[in-house]
């Protein structure tokens, strides 16, 4: 089984077979072929315009060559009304052109690991939950989790509560059982 590849030539014949129909005033006929300035007049057929779009794009020879390259090498022989934008949204439909698109991104730097805690309560993470029903005279929780055992603490508390009070309350409920943490890190917001 033989497939033939459109050409420039094949192109040219299907514009001729199309006759000279709806053809604008600025356009000239030469042996046939419509002219637009030096350029090959394509008239409004969506088959023509696909063999050209295929023969510069999607060919062996050509092989993707984005939506610049693409209108570069069309505007060189064929000229027809809002080409670009018919370039454009073809490539823009093109698999394999999205798949292999260049990212216009800054390339994310490696993550970096934290360092593991030498013993429990450490290294503490702390967090405030608010917006709870009121229940025994209290909206929210402050809560204190080891980063090593992943032990956490629920303290009852309010949302009103200031820095002062969170301290206080760690003082109370963590520090006397647990001892000063080397690391604490608050929740980043």
Avoid at 3 to 27: F, M, W, Y
Avoid at 32 to 39: C, L
Avoid at 114 to 136: F, K, N
Wanted: proline share 10%; net charge neutral.
């Amino acid at each position: 089984m033989e497939t033939t590849l459109p050409s420039d030539e094949h192109i040219r014949e299907l514009i001729q077979a199309k006759g000279n129909q709806c053809i604008p005033d600025d356009v000239v006929v030469v042996d046939g072929i419509p002219y637009h300035d030096d350029w090959v007049y394509v008239p409004d057929v969506p088959a023509i315009k696909l063999h050209i779009l295929w023969l510069y794009h999607d060919s062996p020879i050509t092989r993707h060559l984005g939506q610049s390259g693409m209108y570069e090498l069309v505007k060189q022989g064929y000229w027809w009304p809002n080409m670009a934008a018919y370039i454009r949204a073809y490539v823009k439909g093109c698999h394999t052109c999205a798949q292999n698109k260049h990212t216009t991104q800054k390339t994310p730097g490696t993550m970096q690991p934290l360092p593991a805690p030498l013993g429990p309560w450490e290294w503490t993470q702390s967090d405030h939950i608010t917006g709870l029903p009121r229940s025994q005279g209290h909206n929210a929780i402050y809560v204190v989790m080891d980063h090593l055992t992943k032990m956490t603490h629920f303290i009852p508390t309010n949302t009103r509560a200031t820095t002062e009070d969170l301290v206080q309350l760690h003082l109370k409920h963590m520090w006397k059982h647990h001892r000063v943490p080397v690391m604490k890190s608050p929740q980043p917001p």
